[in-house]
Protein backbone atom coordinates (compact mmCIF):
# COMPACT_ATOMS: atom_id res chain seq x y z
CA UNK A 1 0.00 0.00 0.00
CA UNK A 2 3.03 2.05 0.71
CA UNK A 3 4.48 1.93 -2.34
CA UNK A 4 1.87 2.37 -4.34
CA UNK A 5 1.40 5.60 -2.92
CA UNK A 6 4.99 6.47 -3.36
CA UNK A 7 4.71 5.74 -7.12
CA UNK A 8 1.44 7.73 -6.99
CA UNK A 9 3.33 10.88 -5.66
CA UNK A 10 6.08 10.59 -8.03
CA UNK A 11 3.71 10.39 -10.82
CA UNK A 12 2.10 13.26 -9.42
CA UNK A 13 4.93 15.13 -9.77
CA UNK A 14 6.01 14.24 -12.70
CA UNK A 15 2.66 15.12 -14.41
CA UNK A 16 2.61 18.36 -12.82
CA UNK A 17 6.37 19.57 -13.17
CA UNK A 18 5.97 18.89 -17.10
CA UNK A 19 2.19 21.00 -17.22
CA UNK A 20 4.40 23.71 -15.31
CA UNK A 21 7.43 23.60 -17.84
CA UNK A 22 5.30 23.67 -20.51
CA UNK A 23 3.35 26.62 -19.47
CA UNK A 24 6.18 28.51 -18.95
CA UNK A 25 7.51 27.70 -22.87
CA UNK A 26 6.79 30.34 -24.60
CA UNK A 27 4.13 30.32 -27.70
CA UNK A 28 3.98 28.76 -30.64
CA UNK A 29 6.54 29.11 -33.46
CA UNK A 30 7.60 29.14 -36.89
CA UNK A 31 9.21 25.37 -37.59
CA UNK A 32 12.71 25.92 -38.37
CA UNK A 33 11.91 24.10 -42.00
CA UNK A 34 9.27 26.77 -43.00
CA UNK A 35 11.92 29.58 -41.55
CA UNK A 36 14.36 28.38 -43.60
CA UNK A 37 12.80 27.86 -46.84
CA UNK A 38 11.36 31.54 -46.94
CA UNK A 39 15.26 32.50 -46.41
CA UNK A 40 16.03 30.28 -49.30
CA UNK A 41 13.39 32.34 -51.22
CA UNK A 42 14.63 35.36 -50.66
CA UNK A 43 17.69 34.64 -51.95
CA UNK A 44 16.17 34.07 -55.28
CA UNK A 45 13.87 36.60 -55.71
CA UNK A 46 15.43 40.15 -57.21
CA UNK A 47 13.98 42.43 -54.00
CA UNK A 48 13.60 40.85 -51.12
CA UNK A 49 11.86 43.33 -49.47
CA UNK A 50 8.72 43.10 -51.87
CA UNK A 51 8.28 39.63 -50.25
CA UNK A 52 4.55 39.25 -49.02
CA UNK A 53 3.65 35.52 -48.24
CA UNK A 54 0.12 34.25 -48.88
CA UNK A 55 0.16 30.53 -48.00
CA UNK A 56 2.34 28.15 -45.46
CA UNK A 57 1.46 24.71 -45.89
CA UNK A 58 3.43 21.68 -44.55
CA UNK A 59 2.81 18.29 -46.19
CA UNK A 60 4.86 15.12 -44.11
CA UNK A 61 5.14 11.73 -45.95
CA UNK A 62 7.07 10.24 -43.44
CA UNK A 63 9.36 8.36 -45.26
CA UNK A 64 9.10 9.71 -48.46
CA UNK A 65 10.16 13.66 -46.54
CA UNK A 66 8.31 16.69 -45.85
CA UNK A 67 7.33 18.90 -48.14
CA UNK A 68 7.21 23.16 -47.55
CA UNK A 69 5.00 24.76 -49.69
CA UNK A 70 5.30 28.52 -50.09
CA UNK A 71 3.00 30.81 -51.87
CA UNK A 72 4.39 34.12 -52.16
CA UNK A 73 4.69 37.29 -54.37
CA UNK A 74 7.76 39.43 -54.89
CA UNK A 75 9.24 42.10 -57.09
CA UNK A 76 6.16 44.06 -57.25
CA UNK A 77 4.33 41.16 -59.40
CA UNK A 78 0.77 40.41 -57.99
CA UNK A 79 0.79 36.88 -59.93
CA UNK A 80 1.07 34.15 -57.27
CA UNK A 81 4.30 32.55 -56.73
CA UNK A 82 4.99 29.01 -54.98
CA UNK A 83 7.79 27.51 -53.74
CA UNK A 84 8.49 24.06 -52.22
CA UNK A 85 11.27 22.66 -50.38
CA UNK A 86 11.33 18.98 -50.04
CA UNK A 87 13.22 17.59 -46.45
CA UNK A 88 14.59 14.03 -46.76
CA UNK A 89 13.11 11.55 -43.57
CA UNK A 90 15.95 12.23 -40.61
CA UNK A 91 14.70 10.22 -37.64
CA UNK A 92 16.44 6.63 -37.05
CA UNK A 93 13.51 5.82 -34.13
CA UNK A 94 10.24 7.69 -32.59
CA UNK A 95 10.90 9.79 -29.86
CA UNK A 96 9.41 11.79 -27.10
CA UNK A 97 10.17 14.92 -29.12
CA UNK A 98 8.88 13.40 -32.33
CA UNK A 99 5.49 13.06 -30.94
CA UNK A 100 5.19 16.48 -29.81
CA UNK A 101 6.86 18.29 -32.91
CA UNK A 102 6.29 15.61 -35.85
CA UNK A 103 8.56 18.27 -37.83
CA UNK A 104 11.47 17.55 -35.98
CA UNK A 105 11.64 13.76 -37.77
CA UNK A 106 12.77 15.86 -40.89
CA UNK A 107 16.30 17.21 -41.95
CA UNK A 108 16.47 21.03 -41.25
CA UNK A 109 18.34 21.70 -44.89
CA UNK A 110 16.16 20.81 -47.73
CA UNK A 111 17.45 18.52 -50.19
CA UNK A 112 15.55 19.91 -53.54
CA UNK A 113 13.45 22.78 -53.73
CA UNK A 114 11.29 24.25 -56.66
CA UNK A 115 9.91 27.55 -57.51
CA UNK A 116 7.09 28.45 -59.95
CA UNK A 117 7.45 24.43 -60.64
CA UNK A 118 11.17 24.79 -61.94
CA UNK A 119 13.78 23.10 -59.95
CA UNK A 120 17.10 24.60 -58.48
CA UNK A 121 19.54 22.98 -59.83
CA UNK A 122 21.81 21.58 -56.97
CA UNK A 123 24.51 24.18 -57.42
CA UNK A 124 21.99 27.15 -56.98
CA UNK A 125 20.65 25.83 -54.10
CA UNK A 126 24.02 25.28 -52.20
CA UNK A 127 24.52 28.98 -53.01
CA UNK A 128 21.56 29.61 -51.77
CA UNK A 129 22.14 27.27 -48.34
CA UNK A 130 24.99 29.35 -47.71
CA UNK A 131 23.44 32.87 -48.31
CA UNK A 132 20.84 31.86 -45.85
CA UNK A 133 23.06 30.68 -43.22
CA UNK A 134 25.64 33.56 -43.44
CA UNK A 135 22.03 35.98 -43.15
CA UNK A 136 21.20 33.60 -40.04
CA UNK A 137 24.76 34.22 -38.55
CA UNK A 138 24.92 38.01 -39.22
CA UNK A 139 21.15 38.63 -37.71
CA UNK A 140 22.20 36.30 -34.70
CA UNK A 141 25.48 38.42 -34.27
CA UNK A 142 22.69 41.73 -34.17
CA UNK A 143 21.06 40.04 -31.60
CA UNK A 144 24.14 39.47 -29.17
CA UNK A 145 25.16 43.07 -29.31
Known sequence: MMETTKSSIRTLSCVLLGTVLAAGCSGAREDVRISFCK????????????????QVKTNPQRYSGLSV??????DGNEHPRQAV?????????????MLSD????????????????????????????????????????????
Open 39 to 54: QLVMTQVDDPGTVRWN
Open 69 to 74: VLGFEA
Open 85 to 97: CHYRYNAVDDTAL
Open 102 to 145: PLSAYATSPETMTIDGEPLPRPVLAKAVKAAMIQQGKAFIDRMR
